[in-house]
């Protein structure tokens, strides 16, 4: 290699270094300092952040978005069950007796009503209370009305009385029942089209 070569080979070795160099700046320079990300707050909390630090130096931080606990939407809840502390929107808050619930705690600790027996409630209340009837506007079989019927009797929610034809009839306990029930399965789409054959049958 003669001196010139070598001067060349030289030259272009630093170039070659000053290139690296200037990549090595700009790394620096895009050095990850601040690291958000957020996620799902844990059932029962109410949201937060943590800060870590990772590996090279560089901050975490973690931003815990409350969601609710029930249904799972972002940011909206608003109350908290006075049984298990889960936070609810105002969609999933039940109030029972001036306290809110979650639907679990609300069927757990105080009533817990069948979608069949609310729809053999809802029959009742509107003065439907023979069984064939029940059974065709809720496209229940003939068992499953006679077996609601005996639920919502042991629950205290209908009796039967009258003097000469003994009838069932809703009592104070099983309104508040259904009005509690009807948030629940009022608007499920086959709830929509029983309630309107009742209303049909029994305006
Ligand atoms: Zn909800
Ligand atoms: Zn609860």
């Known amino acids: 290699m003669t001196l010139e070569q070598l001067?060349?080979?030289i030259s272009?070795?630093?170039?070659?270094?000053?290139e690296i160099e200037q990549r090595l700046d700009e790394m620096q320079f895009h050095r990850v300092i601040l690291d958000e990300s957020r996620v799902v707050e844990g059932e029962g909390m109410l949201g937060g952040r943590t800060y870590l630090t990772g590996q090279t130096g560089e901050i975490q931080k973690l931003i815990r978005v409350p969601?609710?606990?029930?249904?799972?939407?972002i940011g909206r809840y608003e109350f908290i069950c006075h049984h298990c502390e889960k936070k609810l929107c105002r969609d999933c808050t039940i109030i029972y007796e001036n306290t809110t619930h979650?639907?679990?705690c609300l069927r757990r600790y105080?009533?817990?009503?069948?979608?069949?027996?609310?729809?053999?409630l809802k029959c009742i209340v509107n003065g439907v209370t023979i069984v064939s009837t029940i059974s065709r506007?809720?496209?229940m079989l003939r068992e499953e009305v006679i077996t609601s019927m005996a639920e919502l009797q042991r629950l205290g929610f209908i009796v039967k009385d009258g003097w000469i034809i003994k009838r069932y009839r809703i009592t104070e306990d099983g309104l508040v029942a259904m009005n509690l029930?009807?948030?629940?399965?009022?608007?499920?789409?086959?709830?929509?089209d029983f309630l309107m054959e009742l209303k049909d049958y029994a305006p």
């Open 7 to 9: 001067l060349k080979e």
């Open 12 to 18: 272009r070795i630093n170039s070659r270094l000053d």
């Open 67 to 73: 969601v609710c606990d029930s249904c799972g939407q």
């Open 102 to 104: 979650c639907l679990d």
């Open 110 to 120: 105080h009533i817990d009503l069948s979608k069949k027996a609310w729809k053999v």
């Open 137 to 139: 506007l809720t496209k």
């Open 181 to 192: 029930y009807d948030r629940i399965y009022g608007s499920d789409p086959d709830s929509y």
